[in-house]
């Protein structure tokens, strides 16, 4: 058999075995469902958040309640439209009876346009599961979108996400339970009646399930119980939820519509339910080549809705006519359609639509963005209120602070006349400055003993010696924290300091450990404090003199007064050895040579602490 021009796809030689086109085909549909997935899922809970964020509105208002669910529910329609067209594209073939000519149109870009009334009842066949989308594109076409109720199944209450979006779309449950449901279903149309204005389209299958192998054994058993005949393409309606929703809603809705859908690629004795599921539409990409649609509309107020036999025989009837729809259907590929013109007594034509071909597809490809414009728009209003605003707040309080701050100018004066204390290394005799340049200054005990008791726990006992090196300011105002009581030790090469009464003062500066306590040597015993008068001889050291004890100061002393001499301390504690040197006089008169080489010491003055002599200087000091 001859071929097309082209290479001989015989004669190509490939690699056995299936891994290839498997693997494709696992990537491929892993690909479609993650895709799709995401969208589906994201779409819904944006959908779901813009149902709770108007639910308050029902407090408020119930209109406008309706009117935002009606808002939530096109964004439903636009999102399985919006699927449909990217995950399971079909082309949708429309046509009608001459009851419904002049509202089915075809617009110039080649989309449908349905013109429908704004309340009717939508009652269709039921084949497949996702029957219901297709008819809500039928009103995304009237755009009526917003204003479908559906009646379904209890069980579908309960599917997470959707469910929830169903139940703010206030769907109807039913339980197929008349007993049960009937209650139920009132209060739902009672709802539905309070305004007569407002559009509804209420959309029930009178079957009940859609078509599958056990609900059509099912239906066969029921129509031999009954003595009735069975369909060979449906199933058997039922008859009491439609005409219950017929009776309570005639008075505000003129008509029934009553659409018959068929798929192409289903053959007599297939159901279209096993081979069109959503994992092979969606997931596998592979939906209907086409979904026909056959449309009729009935005035409601034909339908023997009052009586119930008649009723039952009045509905069967138009299934039986839908069953000879399909059976012509399966035979020429379309189901029939009306080109007849009807003359209105106005001069206007209405024209029968034909056959209407088109794709499932928003009108604008932007429209999906609807889904997600409430959840967008409360990020916005968070973002400008938690995230701008902060910001702003944040740059006020720094602006405040930089005015409340010094000037540059004012900046070195001020760190200038800050108190500040400079670590001396009493090891080293030559870094200590002379006695004329060091001002000993002191508080009062009390003022002191003051301080200390407000300070916290942590902060009581003795101060830690600071860093070699390291520089520390006081602050004004602040009392020191009492220190810890240390012995003092003179320094060998101390120096006497003079006071302004004209006696000098001796002091060293005791040699401190890491931890701020003194360094205490086994073999060095501190020296003792001596108080000098002017006019005393200095005092002659002996060699082989014994060292005297340390002599403390008094605990509570006073300070001297201006003017007057310094008292000396009680005499030191001696030993027998050193008895003939200790009744020696402590004090001697200064010799002239040695009084003028003394240089004039600043003012001194003595802090009455049995602790410690502290000692601070201008720059320097501990």
């Known amino acids: 058999m001859a071929t097309a021009s082209g290479p001989n796809l015989a004669k190509i030689k490939t690699r056995p075995g299936p891994t290839t086109h498997i693997r494709n085909g696992e990537y491929s549909a892993a690909s479609r469902a993650l895709a799709l997935g995401s969208y589906f899922i994201s779409g819904c809970m944006a959908i779901n958040a813009s149902q709770f964020l108007g639910a308050p509105l029902y407090l408020v208002n119930e209109d406008w309640y309706n009117a935002w669910i009606a808002f939530t529910k096109q964004s439903w329609g636009l999102l399985t439209t919006s699927m449909t067209q990217c995950w399971a594209p079909t082309v949708v073939r429309v046509s009608g009876h001459k009851s419904i000519r002049g509202e089915l149109l075809k617009t110039t870009e080649g989309n449908l346009l349905s013109n429908f009334p704004e309340r009717l009842i939508l009652i269709a066949n039921h084949q497949i599961y996702t029957d219901w989308l297709y008819l809500w594109w039928i009103g995304y076409t009237n755009g009526m979108h917003g204003r479908i109720y559906v009646v379904l199944k209890e069980s579908l209450r309960r599917i997470p996400i959707i469910g929830w979006g169903m139940q703010f779309s206030q769907f109807i449950f039913l339980k197929r339970n008349w007993e049960n449901d009937k209650d139920r279903l009132a209060a739902h149309l009672q709802n539905l009646n309070k305004n007569t204005l407002a559009p509804m389209w209420l959309m029930l ?150 056959y209407i071909e088109t794709e499932i597809k928003p009108n604008k490809w932007y429209e999906y963005l609807q889904i997600f414009a409430p959840v967008g728009l409360l990020a916005l209003i968070l973002y400008m209120f938690y995230g701008g605003l902060p910001k702003r707040f944040m ?194 008169k200064p010799a002239a040579a040695d009084k003028e080489t003394r240089a004039p010491a600043k003012k001194l003055e003595i802090k009455p602490k049995a602790s410690a002599v502290s000692l601070s200087a201008t720059g320097k000091g501990r």
């Open 205 to 354: 299958f009178p079957e009940g399930t859609n078509l599958h192998p056990v609900t059509r054994k099912a239906s066969k058993k029921w129509a031999k119980k009954n003595k009735i005949p069975d369909m060979q393409h449906q199933l058997l309606p039922r008859s009491k939820g439609l005409q219950f929703c017929i009776q309570q809603l005639r008075k505000t809705t003129p008509y029934v519509y009553d659409c018959t859908i068929a798929y192409e690629g289903v053959q007599t004795g297939q159901y279209a339910s096993e081979i069109f599921t959503i994992q092979a539409a969606y997931f596998g990409g592979k939906p209907p080549k086409s979904v026909n649609m056959y449309w009729r509309r009935f005035d409601i107020w034909s339908i023997p809705a009052d009586n119930d036999r008649e009723f039952d025989n009045w509905l069967r009837a138009r299934w039986i006519e839908k069953d000879q729809l399909l059976e012509y259907y399966q035979k020429t590929g379309r189901f029939p359609a009306d080109t007849g013109v009807d003359v209105l007594p106005d001069g206007r034509k209405r024209r029968g639509a034909g």
């Open 395 to 588: 740059k006020d309080i720094g602006k405040q602070v930089a005015q409340e701050a010094p000037a540059p100018e004012n900046l070195e004066e001020l760190v200038n006349s800050t108190p500040r204390i400079v670590e001396v290394d009493s090891t080293n005799a030559s870094a200590i400055e002379a006695p004329s340049q060091i001002a000993v200054t002191m508080e009062p005990p009390a003022v002191a003993e003051k301080a200390i008791k407000k300070l916290p726990p942590k902060q009581k006992g003795a101060r830690k010696a600071p860093v070699k090196g390291e520089t520390q300011v006081s602050q004004p105002g602040k009392a020191r924290p009492k220190p810890k009581k240390l012995e003092p030790k003179l320094a060998a090469d101390s120096k006497p300091a003079k006071l302004e009464n004209g006696s000098t003062a001796t002091a060293a500066i005791p040699k401190l450990s890491n931890t701020g306590e003194p360094k205490a040597k086994a073999s060095e015993e501190p020296k003792k404090l001596e108080i000098r008068n002017p006019g005393d001889p200095p005092k002659q050291q002996a060699a082989a003199k014994p060292v005297a004890k340390s002599t403390t100061i008094p605990k509570k002393a006073s300070p001297p007064k201006l003017g007057t001499k310094a008292k000396q301390p009680a005499a030191p504690k001696i030993d027998a050895k050193s008895k003939s040197e200790a009744s020696k006089p402590m004090v001697k």
